[in-house]
């Protein structure tokens, strides 16, 4: 599976962005999706996860509120839409894609995508 992830860019604090990823090379349908972030000298962190199904959702305690996460199978692509963004989320956002039901942990994610910036200015 080949995920590219696109979307980010650079705004203010309070406004709203949303990413996607896109599959190629065989259906999502049957993985769970997460997005990721990194954030400069900062260690990869979990942002959100989707079933397979698009019918549990998981969030970091950081974005819960904030952020949704959401998936057309159909069109073979993930969402993250992030609203009322705040300066702590600036970071590089990475998709990724792993068997497994409700998946927090990068190191059970099998494919990544190469990650989008998000930048929120002051």
């Known amino acids: 599976v080949q995920l590219q992830a696109f979307g980010g860019g650079l705004v203010q604090a309070g406004e709203s962005l949303r990413l996607s990823c896109a599959a190629s090379?065989?259906?999502?349908?049957?993985?769970?999706m997460g997005w990721f972030r990194q954030a400069p000298g900062k260690e990869r962190e979990f942002v959100a996860t989707i079933t397979w199904s698009g019918g549990i959702t998981y969030y970091a305690d950081s974005v819960k509120g904030r952020f949704t996460i959401s998936r057309d199978n159909a069109k073979n692509t993930v969402y993250l839409k992030m609203n009322n963004l705040k300066p702590e989320d600036t970071a590089v956002y990475y998709c990724?894609?792993?068997?497994?039901?409700?998946?927090?942990?990068?190191?059970?994610?099998?494919?990544w995508g190469q990650g989008t910036q998000v930048t929120v200015s002051s």
């Open positions: 990724a894609a792993a068997y497994g039901i409700v998946v927090t942990r990068d190191n059970e994610y099998a494919y």
């Open positions: 090379g065989r259906s999502l349908s049957s993985y769970a």
